[in-house]
T-cell receptor
Framework: AQSVAQPEDQVNVAEGNPLTVKCTYS??????LFWYVQYPNRGLQFLLK??????LVKGSYGFEAEFNKSQTSFHLKKPSALVSDSALYFC??????????????FGSGTQLTVLP | NAGVMQNPRHLVRRRGQEARLRCSPV?????VYWYRQLPEEGLKFMVY????????ESGMPKERFSAEFPKEGPSILRIQQVVRGDSAAYFC?????????????????FGEGSRLTVL
């Protein structure tokens, strides 16, 4: 079975500082990895994805994520946080192996708060 | 608005009543997914449908829950005889491709959710 772990329920960071939201995964086969963001009372918005290629993926709003196969991690990062980045962030994964059908599995989410 | 449209946004039901949640996917998308988000939890997969077919319902409770995606019209998630534990946000997502056999890159477009409260 595939799974995603977001070890931090809450991350606080001061505006202008770098931020990291952690994600580790477990899948069979090659992973497709995603980050989504959810603002209050809204649906999820796609931020970025890793399918193949460069381990560093750049996405929307200045976010990026680094795929680390040996550590099975896909941490979300941003060099300089904005107050408007405050939201709930979800990491998600699909694992592909031998033609198996898989659904997108989400982590439990990390609430990011950027303090002015 | 060309995005995923869900209605109603908020629904209140008493125990034992039926809840029907509707989802119109992005125009041209033929793959629909339903997820449930319980308070303080992440999203849990419920069901994956293509037009007129249920592809994967491994996340659906065995009783009281059903879903359809007819040839014409929106996808419907139906919950019969609701109980308090059904109170949650139900999100619909759509994609242009499926995720079987290694095809598709998995980007889903989400609606803003339907928030069900069972009294």
């Amino acid at each position: 079975a595939q799974s995603v772990a977001q070890p931090e329920d809450q991350v606080n960071v001061a505006e202008g500082n770098p931020l990291t939201v952690k994600c580790t995964y477990s899948v069979s086969g090659n992973p497709y990895l995603f980050w989504y963001v959810q603002y209050p009372n809204r649906g999820l918005q796609f931020l970025l994805k890793y399918i193949t290629g460069d381990n560093l993926v750049k996405g929307s709003y200045g976010f990026e994520a680094e795929f680390n196969k040996s550590q099975t991690s896909f941490h979300l990062k941003k060099p300089s946080a904005l107050v408007s980045d405050s939201a709930l962030y979800f990491c998600a994964v699909i694992g592909f192996s031998s033609g198996s059908a898989r659904q997108l599995t989400f982590g439990s989410g990390t609430q990011l708060t950027v303090l002015p | 608005n060309a995005g995923v449209m869900q209605n109603p946004r908020h629904l209140v039901r008493r125990r034992g009543q039926e809840a029907r949640l509707r989802c119109s996917p992005v125009k041209g998308h033929s793959h629909v997914y339903w997820y449930r988000q319980l308070p303080e939890e992440g999203l849990k997969f419920m069901v994956y449908l293509q037009k007129e077919n249920i592809i994967d319902e491994s996340g659906m409770p065995k009783e009281r829950f059903s879903a359809e995606f007819p040839k014409e019209g929106p996808s419907i998630l139906r919950i019969q005889q609701v109980v308090r534990g059904d109170s949650a946000a139900y999100f619909c997502a759509s994609s242009s491709t499926g995720r079987t056999g290694g095809t598709g890159t998995g980007e889903l477009f989400f609606g803003e959710g339907s928030r069900l409260t069972v009294l």
